[in-house]
Every structure is written in C-alpha cells, then in structure tokens.
C-alpha cells in the first residue's frame, strides 16, 4: 500500500500542516478537546473544504471523485451511524454470503451471527466495534482512526487495539489514529504528533 | 340547461352561517374564531377581486395580458413554496428551485394540453388556459413544497449519517438515497391519494363546479379525468425537478455535504 502525505494542509486553526504516514505505520495524533484532531481528519477524508493537498501514493485527492477518494482513504469517526435494521445491511454484499463473514468478527469479540443481529439492540461500544469491522470490510488503502477505543471497556480495548495493530500490519495501512490515553499511544503508535497552536508537534 | 345566477345577497346567507359557527367557537373559547373570520373575509375580497381580473381577461383575450397573469401566479406560487420551508437553501436557491420546477413541469403540461388535447381557438384562450394553469401550479406548489420541505429537513437531522455513509465511500447520490425517495413520496402522495379516491370517497372540486354551472356529468368526468392525469403529471415533474436539484444543491463538486447552504 502507498503512504499518505499531507501537503501544507490548512484547516480552521490549523495551518501548514505537512505529515507523511508510511504505509503500515500508525501516526497518533493528540490535542486538547477543540484543537482540531477531528477536522483535520476530515480534511484529509475531503469532507471539509481545506487548503493545501493530501496525497496517497501518486494520487493526489483533487484527482479523484470525492466518493472514490473516501472509499481509499476511510474515515472511521467516534459516534458512528448506522441507518438499515440489521447489522449486516451496512457491510458490503460479499459479507452476508451464507452468515460467514470473511472477517473473523471473533476476534472482535462477536459471535458468528452477529451479521443478523438488530442495530438498536447495538450497545455503543458494540457499535464501535463494528464501525471499525466495517470500515475494513470496505478494503481501504488508509485509515484515518478518531478514537476508535472511546467508549470501550478494558478488556475490549485490549482486543481491539490488538486487531487493528494486526490487520494495519498485514494489509499494510497508513493510519492516522487520534487518541488521548498515553499508554494507548506508547502502545499502537510508530509516531505520535500533539496540535499545539497553529501546527503539529513531534513527540 | 341555464346556470342560476347567485345573488350578491345570497352569499350573505352562506357568510351568516360562518358568522354562526364564529359565534359558537367564541363562545366555547375554542381559539378559532380570528382565523376564521379572517379566512372568510380573504375568501370573499380574493375571489371577487380575481373575478373582476378574469372578466376584464377574458374580455381582452390578449396574449400578453394572459402571460403576465400567469407570471404572477407562478411568483406567488414560488413564493408561498418558500415560506413554507423550515430550513431553506440560501442565496435564492429555494425560491430559484421551487420557481423552476414548477415553471417546466407546470407550464409544459399546460400548454400541452391546451394545444394538443383541448384545443381551443385561440389556443390561449383564457377561460380555458388560465382554470387550467391554476390547477397545475396549485396542485404542483403543493407537491414541491411538501418535497423540498421533507428533503432539506431530513438531511438536516440526518447529517450525521449522511455523512458517515460519504466516509464509507459512497456516492452523494447514496447516501440520500432514501431521504430522496422520501422526499418524492410525500410530494406525489396528494395526487395519487386525489386519484385513488375520486369518484367513490370524494367528488373532485372540478367537476362538481362543472355540474352545478349546467354541464352534462359526462363532460365534466371526461374534463375531471383529464384534469387529474395532468396535475398528477405536472405534480410528478415538478417533485422530480425539485428533488434532484435541491439533493444536488446540497452537495459539492467533492461531494461534501454543504449544510452551510442551509438556513438555520
């Protein structure tokens, strides 16, 4: 998979912002509440107007039709919507061949039959779960992470962070992956950048 | 068979009903007794002021006088599509939209019809084009305020996951999918309700008009079947035009979701 790099990104109160994510490497990014970690993820998905140019590979995102470039450069928010009845509605058709998912949804932590289960039965760490099962089902080429462990419990972090460390690994994924908890950045993180002011910050 | 003229006088006797039932709800401080009144006055001083219009147009018969009748009902119809939407697009878009929609849709039928299938002489002749052309514009105001309403009202609530259905990487077009057939739906419900209905739960408002002035049932339906067809058509065109054109205006170039052309 080709790194993503962001060229002199401007947005909101960011300004100038220039990153390279190597492919199969996580880029945590940490920040007061209010800095703009969500914003400038989605100014690297294009779901806000911004300044400057993101690129994955030889791409660059202006290239491409927005849907194309969000299918490649997948955006997996905090609160995440889901608007069919069922959970398997909302992953790719291949996915509900026969009840057997492709993904190992056990490692997740889910039974086999999960694909069939109602979404307002969904408690909310569930739904993260499942935002990011499905984000993956959709085969990206890089993923922009915003806390995908916020409303986990313990021991569900503990899995989920070892699942996408092992999938971001195998399928060889940029991921950029805003998160507070230090010991989750010493964890999951190749590098870790905090915004201060106007700008990144190595850590 | 003659058409009984009404008496001036004799309104006043359906007007002293009205008063009647104003009594009572006052009375049971029922809260609706302004509006009412109010109603019945604008009734009564709009219907007679567009009567002494339409006898002075059909006494002209002039092209010009009839296009410029017909531009104001389409202004007012563009507005009132307007005013009825809670969350608007801005910059003129929704009077834009509203007006266009129903300008194609409604004037196309219209015109459709008087050339092809009535066919008086001269085509424009106004005591056909003009009942016509306000049927149309009535009927298709109607279903693209209810569409645009529904639609800009919808994505505003569920912007949410719209716009985690973009994230997913899907199509603008996608991820209003449903919202659009939605939108769609509440605006050709009216019709084809009024079709469903006509003749066995209720009798059209046309062709009862046509009866009582003196015309055979027989023409009347055959008018009141045309009539329907048409409105449900112009409805039809004008919710589509209206739906495809505010869901696009909703959306940029990178397919983003603008809710900033929204007003609050």
Redesign the interface.
């Known amino acids: 998979m080709p790194d993503l790099r962001l060229e002199d990104l401007s947005i909101g109160s960011l300004e100038n912002v220039s990153l390279t994510v190597p492919a199969g490497e996580v880029v945590c990014l940490s920040g007061r509440s209010g800095s703009g970690k969500s914003r400038l993820l989605r100014a690297v998905a294009d779901l806000d107007a911004h300044g400057g140019s993101v690129w994955l590979g030889d791409t660059e995102q202006s290239a491409v039709p927005g849907h194309r470039w969000r299918r490649q450069v997948m955006m997996v928010p905090v609160e995440s919507q889901w608007w069919a009845d069922r959970v398997g509605d909302h992953f790719p058709v291949g996915y509900r061949v026969n009840g057997q998912p492709p993904l190992p949804v056990a490692d997740l932590g889910f039974d086999e039959d999960v694909m069939g289960w109602f979404v307002s039965r969904l408690s909310s760490g569930e739904k993260q779960r499942l935002a990011l099962l499905r984000a993956l089902a959709m085969n990206p080429s890089a993923l922009l992470l915003d806390e995908p462990t916020a409303n986990l419990d313990a021991e569900s972090v503990a899995l989920t962070e070892h699942w996408l460390k092992r999938e971001v690994t195998q399928r060889h994924l940029p991921v950029i992956w805003v998160a507070h908890d230090r010991e989750q950045i010493r964890r999951v993180a190749g590098h870790h950048f905090t915004i201060r002011g106007h700008g990144l910050e190595a850590c | 068979m003659g058409v009984i003229d009404l008496a001036w006088w004799k309104l006043a006797l359906a007007a002293g009903m009205i008063v009647l039932l104003a009594i009572f709800t006052f009375l049971g401080r029922l809260g609706v007794t302004r509006s009412l009144l109010i109603a019945s006055l604008r009734t009564g001083i709009q219907l007679a002021l567009i009567g002494l219009v339409l006898e002075a147009l059909f006494a002209s018969s002039g092209l010009h006088w009839i296009a410029l009748m017909a531009l104001v009902m389409l202004l007012v119809a563009g507005r009132e599509v307007m005013a009825r939407q809670q969350h608007r697009l801005t910059g003129g878009w929704a009077f834009g939209i509203g007006t266009g929609a129903m300008f194609l849709s409604s004037f196309a039928v219209t015109i459709l019809t008087l050339t092809v299938v009535i066919g008086p002489n001269p085509w424009y002749a106004p005591q056909y084009a003009i009942p016509l052309l306000g049927m149309m514009l009535g009927n298709t105001m109607t279903g693209v305020a209810l569409s645009l309403d529904r639609l800009t009202e919808a994505v505003w609530r569920?912007r949410?996951?719209i716009?985690?259905?973009?994230?997913?990487?899907?199509?603008?077009q996608e991820a209003v999918g449903?919202i659009r057939r939605d939108a769609m739906r509440s605006g050709m419900m009216p019709s084809i309700n009024a079709m469903a209905a006509a003749g066995i739960v209720s009798l059209p408002g046309m062709m009862t008009g046509q009866i009582l002035a003196g015309s055979p049932p027989a023409v009347a339906v055959k008018y009141q079947i045309l009539v329907m067809l048409t409105i449900t058509v112009g409805t039809g065109f004008g919710t589509l035009m209206a739906v495809a054109w505010g869901s696009r205006r909703l959306f940029?170039d990178?397919?983003?979701?603008r809710l900033d052309r929204l007003s609050g």
């Open positions: 569920q949410a996951v716009e985690n259905r973009l994230m997913l990487g899907q199509t603008w449903g940029d990178r397919e983003r979701l």
